[in-house]
């Protein structure tokens, strides 16, 4: 298994790779119908998958003949890394893709992922093409993904997938908003035939967050002129515990640094059918539930002397949990077809969200207080977030006298609406100053927020010479909320000879912000702390000075450079500009009687636990801040053949990427808006770097992958405590520079073919236990954190060591 995909020799399934009926004529159609169906045989040597983002050309285009870098990883590759859940594979495979360190709070029940050091927000997610609908839970909490409302793509039944492509290059022109990081385009299976089931089973080196996946798919026909394919997962992983001693007790009883426990059930289906030899309908469904839970910090059981009632339910102290119940769902219906030359795409998709936030073994000490009930379950958060999309996509390939070489023209319209919302908490988690660990969402808070979404776009590319590419797209959009943006895109590419080519791309491109960057609110409580964070548009925001959100705007440069030094070596290298204006973030920093003020405008009450100096923070999102983000992408993969012994499949890929702020905003009394530490989530919170190097032997019925993964250095600007036990916040201005260094783990999988339709693997990634560097003792809220969360470099877990079966039929 490379861990590193490969760009210019990657063998993946065809299905789904063709973007339109490619034939004019029946028996041509039937064929591409029948070879989309059928298993993707093994690949003769030179050949390469066929990818169809970032281009518009019917029929795809070939990785080593793309204008811009892209990564193919196989369902093959995904199920070889032995992580039971897709994030976590992609994250071992591609160097340019990370993910959280941790989580708090309700945002570490939501899994997300970043390109080239961004926010998960700039990365657009597609289904078989078409756009994916977001998580309605927002991260709020502190770090670099706070504000994403990303694609929870662990939504999407790994067992559904054939293929990911992942774009790493800006192409809102092309896809519209979030593309301004890059694309993943996830293809889902459409054989007609066949049935695999997977089992993954593992634990962690501390011998705690055992997790168990089972993967289950097939196909069958539909009469002689269609296919149905039906996917289904289960996964459930229990509780890490990676906490320091609590510094109030000195014993570990303050779980709070930790993996949830989840639980999650999914299934996809997937269908076509060929209405006549030209034309097809198709259809797309999946749902996905989910039950989660995280540990919030121990309560003493001294805070709970003048509550008997709750003293006796929890004698010992109590640690709440933030739980959710999560349903998701998305359904797509189409037809497709070609008419006089037009291949012609017409679609409508629908997905929706839909998340439960509760918190359970907590309290409401006004409760009790005023009414002796000692309720211990409450129901504090509703959010829903759906999205309509509706699409007409037209292609053609003309050929003109006087002009030697085809021209692609493609172009098209959409309408998406999109609608959030947000329920308020029942009336014990709003009693007094509310349920403890999270308050209850208030009514003032609550409400249903939507907008429409027009676009229309044009693609034209077509040769200047034998050997030399062009490809030119534009879009408009306009936004209900935010008004209009523009974006263009300009892609070339050039061979030298077939063993040499040179790759450039320059385009702008832009994020809109999310209706839950502009009207969430919630107030996170902790034993002597509490940090709100409120609607940019709500009163409290406005007093302080808060302007309306405007969408983020980019600027994307890349050039890079495909070749084949000598026979079977590959090798790619792109480097890379981001310039990011306007960027999202949280903005307003107050403190204090200030933060107090500005939460009680917005009808949230302060517990009298808090102390109400720098323990106490309100924010909200605002155009913080603009940054500049340059990098690097080298991709090689060379095979090794050892005659009758066996072969080798080497594999290197690295990613070198830097930030830096390049301006920062003010308020209205010209105050910056970015503190030290928020400047850091921006700047230095993901690895400086990302290399993933090594190989695969096969030899019979053994093979054996071996890979080394560095992941580089981040940079965080970390919070003082003191008081006893670290209770309190000692400085909203001053901070620790805290580096956290670079860190190798080695993953090692060695599977045994014991019959042609079964193979048993035995694996452990981060082999050898590696974890994130411990953050000093004062910078530790009540002592527990030892590793910090908000950062996006190596998981606090460590070593995890499973077994993997596989059966096809």
Do not use: C
């Not at 756009?131 to 670099?144: C, E, L, M, Q, V």
């Not at 692609?408 to 919302?421: H, I, P």
């Amino acid at each position: 298994m490379p861990a590193a995909v490969r760009p210019a020799s990657s063998v993946v399934p065809a299905s789904a790779s063709v973007a339109g009926p490619a034939a004019s004529s029946p028996r041509q159609v039937r064929a591409l119908r029948d070879a989309v169906a059928a298993p993707a045989p093994v690949a003769a040597e030179g050949e390469e998958s066929v990818i169809v983002t970032g281009t518009r050309e019917t029929g795809g285009r070939k990785v080593r003949e793309s204008l811009s870098p892209i990564d193919v990883v196989s369902a093959k590759q995904i199920s070889q890394t032995g992580q039971p859940n897709l994030r976590e594979a992609l994250a071992q495979l591609l160097p340019s893709l990370t993910m959280p360190t941790g989580g708090f709070d309700s945002g570490a029940l939501t899994d997300s992922i970043s390109l080239r050091g961004l926010n998960p927000n700039e990365t657009l997610v597609l289904v078989d093409g078409k756009r994916r609908h977001t998580t309605a839970n927002i991260y709020a909490d502190p770090g670099p993904q706070q504000g994403s409302t990303a694609v929870d793509i662990d939504m999407i039944p790994m067992a559904a997938i054939d293929h990911v492509e992942v774009l790493r290059d800006g192409a809102s022109a092309q896809y519209g908003s979030d593309a301004v990081a890059g694309v993943v385009n996830i293809i889902l299976k459409k054989q007609d035939h066949g049935f695999h089931a997977e089992s993954i089973s593992g634990i962690t080196a501390a011998k705690d967050g055992f997790q168990q996946g089972v993967y289950l798919d097939g196909g069958a026909k539909l009469g002689n002129r269609g296919f149905v394919h039906v996917s289904g997962d289960f996964y459930h992983t229990d509780h890490t515990f990676r906490s320091a001693p609590d510094a109030r007790t000195g014993q570990k009883n303050n779980y709070v640094l930790g993996q949830p426990e989840q639980t999650r059930e999914s299934v996809a289906i997937k269908a076509g059918y060929d209405l006549t030899d030209s034309i097809q309908l198709y259809g797309t469904g999946t749902y996905a539930h989910r039950h989660a839970e995280s540990y919030q910090n121990y309560r003493l059981a001294s805070s709970l002397a003048k509550y008997p009632g709750y003293a006796a339910i929890y004698p010992w102290g109590y640690s709440p949990l933030e739980t959710l119940d999560e349903d998701d769902f998305e359904l797509t219906a189409g037809i497709k077809g070609k008419v006089w030359g037009w291949n012609w795409d017409l679609s409508t998709v629908y997905g929706r969200d839909f998340d439960d936030i509760g918190v359970i073994n907590s309290a409401n000490l006004a409760l009790e207080k005023d009414t002796g009930r000692t309720p211990t379950r409450f129901d504090v958060q509703g959010f829903n977030n759906s999205q309509w999309s509706n699409n007409f996509d037209l292609s053609r390939k003309f050929k003109f006298s006087g002009w030697p070489h085809e021209i692609n023209v493609a172009g098209g319209a959409s309408y998406r609406y999109e609608s959030y919302s947000i329920g308020t908490g029942s009336e014990d988690s709003l009693y007094g100053s509310g349920s403890d660990a999270m308050a209850g969402t208030n009514a003032g808070n609550a409400g249903n927020f939507n907008r429409d979404v027009v676009a229309g776009y044009v693609d034209v590319s077509t040769h200047l010479t034998r050997h030399w590419q062009l490809d030119l797209a534009g879009r408009y959009e306009h936004y209900t909320d935010v008004g209009d943006t523009e974006t263009g895109k300009v892609s070339t590419r050039y061979e030298v000879s077939p063993r040499l080519a040179f790759r450039a791309t320059i385009s702008n491109g832009f994020h809109a912000p999310t209706l839950a960057q502009e009207y969430y609110s919630a107030l996170a409580i902790s034993p002597t702390a509490a940090r709100g964070l409120i609607g940019v548009n709500s009163p409290g925001a406005l007093a302080n000075g808060a302007s309306p959100l405007k969408p983020e705007r980019s600027t994307n440069v890349s050039g890079g450079i495909v070749m084949e030094p000598f026979r079977k070596l590959h090798v790619t290298v792109d480097v890379y500009q981001i310039n990011l204006r306007d960027q999202i973030m949280p903005g307003g920093q107050v403190y204090g009687e200030q933060a107090a003020k500005a939460l009680q405008m917005n009808g949230f009450k302060i517990p009298d636990t808090v102390n109400l100096n720098s323990s106490l923070s309100t924010h909200w999102f605002a155009n913080v801040a603009s940054t500049r983000t340059q990098g690097l992408d080298l991709t090689a993969t060379y095979p090794t053949q050892l005659g009758d012994i066996g072969r080798i499949d080497w594999d290197v890929a690295i990613n070198l990427n830097r930030t830096r702020l390049s301006h920062q905003g003010t308020d209205a009394d010209g105050n910056p808006l970015l503190n030290a530490q928020s400047i850091a989530y921006l700047t230095t919170a993901y690895p400086r770097s990302k290399m993933i190097f090594g190989g695969r032997f096969t030899s019979g019925k053994w093979t054996v992958g071996v890979h080394e993964i560095r992941y580089g250095q981040t940079t965080s600007q970390l919070t003082y405590y003191g008081g006893a036990g670290n209770t309190s916040s000692l400085s909203s201005t001053q901070f620790r520079e805290f580096h956290n260094t670079p860190k190798f783990i080695t993953n090692l999988e060695v599977t045994y073919r014991v019959h042609p339709r079964l193979a048993l693997t035995l694996g452990g990634n981060n082999l050898f236990d590696a974890r994130p560097s411990r953050v000093p003792d004062n910078n530790r809220y009540l002592g527990a954190p030892q590793y910090y969360m908000s950062t996006s470099q190596l998981g606090m877990n460590g070593g995890f060591y499973y077994l993997r079966g596989d059966i096809n039929f």
